[in-house]
């Protein structure tokens, strides 16, 4: 099936119903697009988990190595890594309990959106969620 984002009414409900967000690859570094954008959505009121091998912690909380690291509940994981990546992060992915798979501005990989909607996940991909957030305010 042909990619295509879901309209702005189910991106608003997704966004509305969401708590948490699993940030995965996110930097420590205050310069990095994906620290800037997850500091906006922790500013929001979104609690954020770091999802990053390489770091112990970023805004504040504790980070984990992998997703099948995190343990509790995530509604929203969110992707800075590479479209190549993807596939791994949608694999891990489906061990969760979330059921949206948000991928950052200018990640996409067709097959891995088929997989994921074959599962019953709601995915979005090359879309900010920082500028998706502003569009329902």
């Known amino acids: ?9 189910e991106i608003k409900e997704i966004l509305q119903n969401a708590k948490t967000i699993a940030v995965v690859g996110l930097s420590d570094k205050p310069e990095k697009t994906s620290y ?6 922790q500013e929001k009121g979104y609690r954020i988990i770091p999802v990053n091998p390489t770091i112990e912690s970023a805004l504040g909380e504790k980070a984990y190595p992998s997703l099948d690291d995190v343990p509790e509940k995530i509604d929203i994981i969110n992707v800075f890594r590479r479209s190549i990546f993807l596939q791994d992060v949608a694999k891990d992915a489906i061990k969760t309990d979330a059921k949206v798979f948000w991928a950052q501005q200018g990640i996409f990989d067709q097959e891995v959106y088929d997989w994921l909607k074959e599962r ?16 329902i305010q």
């Open 1 to 9: 099936m042909d990619y295509k984002h879901p309209s702005q009414a």
């Open 36 to 41: 800037q954008v997850a500091k906006i959505m």
């Open 120 to 135: 019953d996940f709601s995915v979005i991909m090359d879309y900010c969620i920082k500028v998706a957030y502003g569009m």
